[in-house]
């Protein structure tokens, strides 16, 4: 079976390279038909030689396509990523600066620290930054009473 498989594929190599490649119209090709190989035959062998490279490029083209939209998928989507977590580190980096001054502000307050002291503090801190939140105060006042207690 292996030979007739060789042979097989022996015969149309030939077949091409003596009645397709030499000749640039489909006319001239079929004209060169050989006797053994009916003309519906030849005809069809010539529609699908002429037809098989673009089948074939047209396929690796969007086989290569399909790939390289599924890598900028993953690119984008890494970046994507990437910034989700660099703008979680820079607010973490702001939060903590943030903080860090308002224990600055309220360690440089010359009074003993009463609660109307603490509460003039905070009213200052808001009016520099009004992003800050309670609770990010209430940490920084619950840090440096512990400290000042210490």
Request: aromatic share 6%.
């Amino acid at each position: 079976m292996e030979t007739l498989d060789v042979s097989w594929r022996g015969f149309k190599c030939r077949l091409k390279r003596d009645h397709y490649y030499p000749y640039d119209t489909y006319e001239k090709r079929l004209n060169s038909r050989p006797d053994k190989v009916p003309e519906d035959h030849f005809k069809l062998l010539l529609k699908y030689w002429a037809s098989t490279p673009t089948k074939v490029t047209e396929s690796i083209k969007s086989a290569v396509v399909a790939n390289v939209q599924k890598e900028l998928s993953a690119e984008r989507e890494e970046i994507a990523k990437e910034k989700e977590a660099h703008a979680a580190r820079v607010a973490e980096m702001e939060r903590a600066t943030k903080e860090q001054e308002m224990r600055d502000d309220l360690a440089t307050q010359k009074e003993p620290m009463t609660l109307d002291v603490i509460a003039s503090a905070l009213a200052q801190l808001r009016q520099k930054d009004p992003s800050l939140t309670s609770e990010m105060i209430a940490k920084v006042i619950v840090a440096s009473a512990t400290s000042n207690s210490a």
